[in-house]
């Protein structure tokens, strides 16, 4: 089973950086998808960006295309979220989450990190 732990969350002044990490342990081979969500206070949650496993495609939300990159470092097991030019309406929870294939399709969520940006 695989669990995912985010990380790197923060509090930062607007046009700031902040780097998110989610390490994944367990089992990983079976994994299609790696993607960052996130939850706006008072919002629903929306997808921020996703990342192919197969061919390393991003994808990205209009509202942050252009200033978040996604990666991954299949050494580690970890995804990243570089986060640049913040503004205060990225301030919200961001959840790291895969999607595993095997038998079954299983989906998995991280504990989420708090991403703060001040005006």
């Known amino acids: 089973q695989v669990q995912l732990v985010e990380s790197g969350g923060g509090l930062v002044q607007a046009g700031g950086s902040l780097r998110l990490s989610c390490v994944a342990s367990?089992?990983?081979?079976?994994?299609?998808?790696w993607s960052w969500y996130r939850q706006l206070p008072g919002k629903l949650r929306e997808l921020v960006a996703t990342?192919?496993?197969?061919?390393?495609?991003?994808n990205y939300a209009d509202a942050v295309k252009g200033r978040f990159t996604i990666s991954r470092d299949n050494a580690k097991n970890t995804l990243y979220l570089q986060l640049n030019s913040l503004k205060p309406e990225d301030t919200a929870v961001y959840y790291c989450?895969?999607?595993?294939?095997?038998?079954?399709?299983?989906?998995?969520w991280g504990q989420g990190t708090q991403v703060t940006v001040s005006s």
């Open positions: 990342i192919a496993t197969v061919d390393g495609t991003p």
């Open positions: 367990g089992s990983t081979f079976g994994i299609v998808a």
């Open positions: 989450f895969v999607r595993e294939v095997r038998v079954r399709l299983f989906d998995f």
